[in-house]
């Protein structure tokens, strides 16, 4: 085994890491019968951390 695939890393790490940088979500997700188009379900996401630097997009509603 090389040191890579030993390297373990936290899930807290790993969290803190995607927050700082942040993450985008993007899905899309249809329910079909017979060619026929039930459900859709679009999914956008925005995932940051947010501070003094950074102040929310939601202004003081937070």
């Known amino acids: 085994m090389t040191v890579v695939e030993r390297r373990e890393v936290a899930l807290v790490d790993l969290l803190d890491r995607l927050l ?3 993450v985008v979500i993007t899905g899309d997700v249809t329910l079909r019968i ?3 188009d039930l459900v859709r379900i679009d999914l956008n996401a ?3 951390s947010v ?3 950074v102040p929310s997009p939601f202004g003081d509603a937070l």
């Open 20 to 22: 700082a940088g942040g």
């Open 34 to 36: 017979a060619d026929v």
């Open 46 to 48: 925005l995932i940051s």
């Open 51 to 53: 501070n003094e630097q």
